[in-house]
């Protein structure tokens, strides 16, 4: 269709007479006539403002058409038929193909084609049938790896590919290449080893919020331990019990440098307090539900012995080193060490 009558058609589509398009545009009526009769045509700074206009779009009034556009949303189409099971993956993958026959360097439609057949394959019920899409899956697969190894999508879905095809040790190696091995570990394990891993994961976050907190700010501190009694409503905190004790640690430095030495000595008793129920509870497995597959490495001496180095180095405590009731400490901690 000419562009003379996508004017005319979409003008009087929208009501609009020529005055009045004319009007919105600063042109004459006789302009718009002349665009309509093809005896005229829009100049290029009024081609948007028409489009505007006319509620379009200037690739639609022009005629432009993007060919890998148009395959795309034929894609797109297809794609959402195949999802409510109206059409066979198969013509998916086939036109995934058609597309890169024409665009063989596209990486949209060479991982669409990836993504495809590895869930063509997780259809099949024919063990052959299975095996030879699984195949072509890790071979594309495997190849856009190699061209772009820091796109991580390749690698995640390698991982995914092996565990289908049965080869944990070839997952592993995968999930491994990833930046984070660890999310993609997921996708590896399995039954208890997931529960342990997932596990594993959150504690080490909350062991690195738990860092982050532990500064010169009481509500942070305060915060901190009701997340780890939250947590381990049990009271079996394992290794947790580092944290309590630097946390009150931390506490008696702050009351410390404000020279409170009455508040400075309370807490580092609390945090002896702390040191010592890790060793009357000793070293073992977590019992709350949220880490129950996870145990303690460090024994139950360590921390006591932990403690006593850092009251030795009196970092922060300056205000109470040389008091009586500081030498008092030292001498329980080592004591019971």
């Known amino acids: 269709m000419a562009i003379s009558d996508k004017i005319k058609e979409h003008r009087t589509k929208c009501g609009l007479t020529q005055a009045q398009l004319a009007e919105a545009l600063g042109v004459t009526p006789q302009a718009v006539s002349k665009w309509e009769k093809g005896t005229g045509f829009p100049d290029l700074s009024a081609i948007c403002p028409l489009a505007d206009a006319l509620g379009t779009t200037t690739d639609e009034l022009l005629e432009h058409k993007n060919p890998l556009r148009e395959l795309n949303k034929k894609w797109l189409r297809l794609r959402f038929k195949c999802e409510k099971w109206e059409a066979p993956l198969q013509d998916l993958v086939a036109l995934d193909n058609e597309i890169l026959t024409q665009f063989p360097h596209d990486y949209t439609s060479l991982w669409r084609r990836v993504v495809d057949e590895f869930a063509l394959a997780c259809r099949q019920s024919d063990a052959e049938e299975k095996e030879r899409w699984l195949s072509l899956a890790e071979e594309h697969c495997a190849e856009l790896a190699d061209k772009d190894p820091d796109w991580e999508n390749p690698k995640y879905k390698m991982v995914e590919i092996m565990m289908e095809s049965g080869r944990t040790d070839e997952a592993i190696v995968w999930a491994n290449k990833c930046k984070s091995p660890d999310d993609a570990m997921k996708k590896v394990l399995r ?28 509500d942070f501190l305060q915060a901190s331990e009701d997340i780890i009694r939250a947590l381990i409503p049990d009271g079996n905190y394992q290794w947790f019990y580092d944290h309590l004790m630097m946390i009150e640690y931390t506490r008696a430095k702050y009351y410390a440098a404000r020279g409170d030495s009455a508040e400075t000595m309370k807490y580092l008793y609390r945090a002896l307090d702390v040191a010592k129920e890790k060793f009357i509870k000793g070293t073992g497995k977590f019992t709350s539900p949220i880490f129950d597959e996870l145990s303690s490495e460090s024994g139950p001496m360590s921390l006591l012995e932990q403690y006593y180095g850092i009251l030795q180095e009196r970092k922060g405590l300056e205000t109470v080193y040389f008091t009586e009731e500081y030498k008092q400490l030292l001498e329980k901690v080592k004591a019971l060490i």
């Open 191 to 218: 039954g208890d080893e997931l529960r342990r891993h997932r596990q594993k994961l959150v504690c080490e976050e909350l062991d690195s919020l738990l860092l982050e907190m532990r500064c010169d700010d009481l």
